[in-house]
């Protein structure tokens, strides 16, 4: 059974990395890795072997986007609520 103290302990980690994921700005990270893992980046030069992992990345930061936005509005309305 999960103690009390335990579920303090979890909701402050959650609403720790909450706050992290406001200060990630995913949608140029997104913008970026899209960029670096086009055919047009690879036709300009860009050098093939980290296109792969810019590939996955941008994957990452799609999937983290809708976490990241729910934690955004979340961090708003607080700051509404306490204002």
């Not at 609403?15 to 140029?28: K, P, S």
Request: hydrophobic share 45%; proline share 7%.
């Amino acid at each position: 059974m999960i103690t009390p103290e335990e579920i303090a302990d979890i909701q402050q980690a959650i609403g720790e990395l909450a706050l992290r994921a406001t200060q990630i700005d995913l949608d140029a990270f997104i913008e970026v890795t899209d960029e670096v893992s086009s055919p047009q980046a690879l036709a300009a030069g860009i050098n093939p072997r980290p296109v792969p992992s810019a590939s996955e990345w941008a994957e990452i930061a799609r999937l983290l986007k809708p976490f990241r936005d729910d934690a955004l509005a979340r961090v708003r309305r607080i700051r509404g609520e306490r204002a």
